[in-house]
Each structure stands twice: as structure tokens, then as C-alpha cells.
């Protein structure tokens, strides 16, 4: 989908609690028109920050166009109530289960009336609740994000309306009892059990190598809306959370949208860089096979959202991953990434520090 656009850039915004988070601000002109586009929104305290940011740097348009919300987990929605409360927003994307219930009630052994269902729903995803009934209150058009939706310049590769519908039934939320969401600072106790959790045992490894975990994210990351645009030649995947199904997804719904792959230019590692979410065959597709040593000529970069307080992200192997394609790697750690093409230059913001190459990886 080439694009006529002037110019974009795509701000990855520095999420600094004791977990990672994503918050992505975008601005691009793209047929004669100027697009504002959010995505996610980080824990609740980020809402303002992505309001400041706006005001600072995208201060030509006081109104967000879209505002996409990948997947319903915290470090990602709870941002955004703030954004939708005191920014004038004039799309939310996101997908609310709910909506189905009637067509997924069959699929429930536990529930016999859709009406129960919808309501068993709704408990388990009360911040999309939440975001619902802002939009609702203040007149802000709800908009599911299937894919092939297009959303100004970008087009949506996944999730599939059919795969979406699945995973709301294989969720461990539903239908179970929901957990209750919490979006507070850890307490001195937890932080000390988290990172006793994270630690794990490293070993040395050659170039080239690559130790995935066999785990699989969570079925909400893989609710994940991956979002693809190309702007004068140079192709961008915003990917969320998305784990492998999802990626997968994108790769078989790739020719539809004239995406040859492998052909990233600008990767958003998913998930802050875990190591679930990715596997050498997926990157293979996208990014393209492992080179036979290092190179500084750089075929790609990539962009993980991680804060530096969090013990668990990014993970080394995922980055050198980046490296044995020829990607140039960098992650948020505090600072704000802007990754753009042709983009206005701003004041105080300097080129982005790659991370190193590691000789070791997680066992």
C-alpha cells in the first residue's frame, strides 16, 4: 500500500514504571491531509505524558484522528482513559468480546443465555469497559479492528475477525473468574519476588544462535492488532503485543496488502522484547534470514518499548536476533524513540543509542 505521504514519524514513548509498557504517538500528512494516530497509551499516569507530547510536538492539530488500542491488557489501556477524556479524539478502535456474545454463546459450555455471557464478558475486561463508556459519553465512534480495516495510512494485518473470536474463548479469563486489574506501583516485596522470578541462567553463545522459549504468550497478546503502513517505500509494523500466531497471521495475509516479505524497515519488537512472542522462523519471514557475521551496513531498525526499571525485558536473545538480520536495535529505556521518514527536526532530541550485540543468552 504505498502512500503519498510528505512525511511521518512514529514516537515511541519512554513508559518508565517497574514493568514495561507501549505508548506510540504518530503524525504523518498523507494526501494532502495531516493524521494524528495513537496507539496504546501505557499505565494510567502515561495518559498525561502522551497528552504533553502532543501539544509539544504535534502542535499543528489540537484533535487526534485515531486513537487504536492493540489488546486489553493494562500496560497498554489504562493510558488511555485520560486521552480520551481530555483530548479531542475523533476515532477509538478496539475490539470489545462482548459485542459477540450471541455468536460465541454455542462455544460456552457454563452459559445457556447470551445475555450472561455478555455480562461474564464485560467483567473480564473492565479497563475496555472503561474506555467504552468514556467513548460512549463523549460521543467518540467505537470502531472494530478486524483485520483489513484501514485506519488513515495504516492497514490492520491482524487479528482475524475468526482467529479474535477464538482466542476469546481459549482465554484464561474467560470463563473463569477475571482477576481483578490493578494499576498501581509494586510493592518493595514484589519487586524483590518479580525479579527473583526473572532471573534467569545465561550462557555463551556463537553468532548466528537462537534459544526461543517454548512457551506461548498469553491469548490476549495475541488479541494483538498489528498495524502495517508504507511511506515512500519505507514500510513500517507496529506490532503490540503479538506472539507468534499473530505474526504468522500478518505473514500469510501479507501478499494482500502488495507486502513483500521478508521487507521491514521499521520493526516494533513485540511484547518489550520477550522471548514468547518470537521464534527464528517468524523472523526469518519478516525481517530475513540470520547473516553469516555482524555487519554495520543495516538492513532494518527495531524499536523495543522497555522501561529500565524491568527486570524481565528486553531479553537478550530477542536482541541479538535483531542483530544476526542486520538490524540496527534500540529500546525506549527512558527515552522517547522517534522513528521517521522525511520528519520535521525537533530541538533537544538526538539519534538513538543501539543496543550492543550480546555473547551470551538466556539457557
Not at 495518559?47 to 507530547?53: D, L, R, S, V
Amino acid at each position: 500500500m504505498a502512500s503519498a505521504a510528505d512525511y511521518i514519524e512514529v514516537d515511541f514513548l519512554a513508559v518508565e514504571t517497574a514493568k514495561s509498557g507501549d505508548a506510540i504517538a504518530i503524525r504523518y500528512t498523507w494526501n494532502g491531509h495531516t493524521y494524528i494516530h495513537v496507539v496504546d497509551g501505557g499505565f494510567l499516569d502515561m495518559g498525561e505524558t502522551i497528552k504533553e507530547h502532543l501539544e509539544q510536538y504535534y502542535a499543528t492539530q489540537d484533535y487526534i484522528d485515531h486513537v487504536v488500542l492493540t489488546h486489553p491488557d493494562s500496560d497498554h489501556a489504562n493510558g488511555l482513559r485520560h486521552v480520551l477524556e481530555n483530548c479531542d479524539v475523533r476515532n477509538l478502535w478496539m475490539n470489545r468480546p462482548w459485542l459477540y456474545a450471541d455468536e460465541l454463546l454455542p462455544r460456552f459450555a457454563n452459559f445457556t443465555n447470551a445475555d450472561n455471557l455478555r455480562a461474564r464478558l464485560r467483567q473480564c475486561y473492565p479497563t475496555v469497559v472503561e474506555l467504552e463508556s468514556i467513548a460512549n459519553r463523549r460521543g467518540i465512534p467505537i470502531n472494530e479492528v478486524f483485520q483489513g480495516a484501514a485506519i488513515g495510512a495504516f492497514i490492520v494485518m491482524a487479528p482475524s475477525r475468526a482467529r479474535f473470536l477464538d482466542l476469546v474463548v481459549d482465554s484464561e479469563r474467560t470463563p473463569e473468574a477475571a482477576p481483578e486489574e490493578e494499576d498501581r506501583a509494586e510493592s518493595l516485596l514484589e519487586q524483590v519476588f518479580r525479579v527473583a522470578k526473572a532471573a534467569v541462567a545465561y550462557i555463551r553463545a556463537a553468532w548466528g544462535e537462537e534459544v526461543f522459549s517454548p512457551n506461548p504468550t498469553s491469548r490476549e497478546n495475541e488479541m494483538s492488532v498489528v498495524q502495517f503502513a508504507n511511506f515512500k517505500g519505507t514500510t513500517f509494523l507496529l506490532t503490540g503485543d503479538a506472539g507468534r500466531e499473530a505474526l504468522t497471521e500478518v505473514i500469510n495475509y501479507a501478499p494482500n496488502v502488495s507486502l513483500g516479505l521478508p521487507g521491514i524497515d521499521r520493526f516494533q519488537v513485540p511484547h518489550h522484547g520477550s522471548r514468547r512472542n518470537v521464534s527464528t522462523e517468524v523472523l526469518d519471514a519478516l525481517l530475513g534470514p540470520r547473516l553469516s557475521g555482524p555487519t554495520a551496513d543495516y538492513k532494518f531498525s527495531a524499536v523495543i518499548s522497555s522501561a529500565k526499571a524491568d527486570a524481565d525485558h528486553p531479553r537478550k536473545t530477542v536482541v541479538r536476533a535483531m542483530h544476526h538480520r542486520g538490524g540496527f536495535v534500540a529500546a525506549t529505556e527512558g527515552v522517547s524513540i522517534c522513528s521517521g521518514v522525511d520528519a520535521p527536526g525537533r530541538a533537544g532530541w538526538s539519534p538513538a543509542q543501539g543496543l550492543p550485540y550480546y555473547e551470551e543468552q538466556e539457557e
